[in-house]
């Protein structure tokens, strides 16, 4: 197995170490806030580049995930593709390197997650869709068959994204 080296120590880093750190030998944080389990600042990562075979940036702000897995890959670092085994992602889905599927969620048939992407608890891309360059689908979020999720935009808790051209039925 390898190590991870995940950038950021606060709620969605740790949400990262819990739920994917099995997957992994060692798992290490950088964090620019001292504190447990950190070794130094986010700033030290090339001081880790070949000790940790694995980066990935757990930043909630979409650009800053993005500037930072640029980062970490020109670096020399792999970005790994976190994906929880309590999570359903198809067969014919596609999950970039730096994409990430937490427990529970769901990736349908022919689904693509790009690169840096969140596909949080609960949430689901149901069949035929598009989650962009750094998109998040926040935990319960339901993106519906055929949608295109920009890059870098969230959809939040709650929200369904109805299939394109379906009218909201009214009761």
């Given at each position: 197995?390898a190590?991870?080296?995940?950038?950021?120590?606060?709620?969605?880093?740790?949400?990262?170490?819990?739920a994917?750190?099995?997957?992994?030998?060692?798992?290490?944080?950088?964090?620019?806030?001292?504190?447990?389990?950190?070794?130094?600042?986010?700033?030290d990562?090339?001081?880790?580049?070949?000790?940790?075979?694995?980066?990935?940036?757990?930043?909630?702000?979409?650009?800053?995930r993005g500037?930072?897995?640029?980062?970490?890959?020109?670096?020399?670092?792999?970005?790994?593709r976190?994906i929880?085994p309590m999570?359903y992602?198809?067969?014919?889905?596609?999950?970039?390197?730096?994409?990430?599927?937490?427990?529970?969620?769901?990736?349908?048939?022919?689904?693509?997650?790009?690169?840096?992407?969140i596909v949080?608890?609960?949430?689901v891309?149901d069949?035929d869709?598009?989650?962009?360059?750094?998109?998040?689908?926040?935990?319960?979020?339901?993106?519906?068959a055929g949608?295109?999720?920009?890059?870098?935009t969230?959809v939040?808790?709650?929200t369904?994204?109805?299939?394109?051209?379906q009218q909201?039925e009214?009761?």
């Open positions: 197995m190590k991870l080296l995940i950038l950021g120590a606060g709620g969605y880093g740790r949400t990262l170490a819990d994917m750190g099995p997957g992994f030998d060692a798992v290490a944080f950088l964090d620019d806030r001292p504190g447990d389990g950190v070794l130094g600042p986010c700033g990562y090339l001081l880790y580049a070949g000790r940790y075979e694995y980066a990935y940036p757990a930043f909630g702000n979409n650009d800053l500037a930072w897995l640029n980062r970490l890959a020109e670096a020399g670092f792999r970005l790994p976190l929880h999570a992602v198809s067969a014919s889905a596609l999950v970039e390197p730096g994409a990430v599927v937490l427990p529970m969620a769901c990736v349908g048939a022919c689904s693509t997650v790009r690169r840096g992407a949080n608890y609960g949430a891309l069949h869709c598009t989650l962009g360059f750094c998109a998040h689908l926040a935990p319960g979020a339901v993106v519906k949608n295109r999720v920009a890059a870098m969230k939040e808790s709650g369904v994204l109805l299939r394109p051209g909201e009214s009761t």
